[in-house]
Nanobody, 124 residues
Framework: QVQLVESGGGLVQAGDSLRLSCAGS????????MGWFRQAPGKEREFVSA????????YYANSVKGRFTNSRDNAKNTVYLQMNSLRPEDTAVYYC?????????????????WGLGTLVTVSS
């Protein structure tokens, strides 16, 4: 099973940009659909974005559409989340997720592996 490690979180101001990375272990990374979820303090974990195995198809939550971009580099076993125009309400722990099924099933919670998360804090 793939193991995932996120990086790139930090403290930024509203309007700034940040890029998260998620490195996956093992030779089967390209066989997983990948995604990002987040959990804000006191709230449930919510879906942010998903990307297909090839990287051609992506899906975004309405709250981040137009501001966040999900991409992957299968040669590097890495998926990225470029976050622009950050808002205080984007403050959360961001988790990388992998699914053996599909990017749309991952969106619906079909996750086979989780990373430990990276904290993003956006100040106003």
């Amino acid at each position: 099973q793939v193991q995932l490690v996120e990086s790139g979180g930090g403290l930024v101001q509203a309007g700034d940009s940040l890029r998260l990375s998620c490195a996956g272990s093992g030779p089967t990374f390209a066989s997983y659909a990948m995604g990002w979820f987040r959990q804000a303090p006191g709230k449930e974990r919510e879906f942010v974005s998903a990307i297909s195995r090839s990287g051609i198809m992506t899906y975004y939550a309405n709250s981040v559409k137009g501001r966040f971009t999900n991409s992957r580099d299968n040669a590097k076993n890495t998926v990225y989340l470029q976050m622009n125009s950050l808002r205080p309400e984007d403050t959360a722990v961001y988790y990388c997720a992998a699914s053996r099924t599909s990017y749309y099933n991952l969106r619906d919670g079909s996750v086979d592996a989780w990373g430990l998360g990276t904290l993003v804090t956006v100040s106003s």
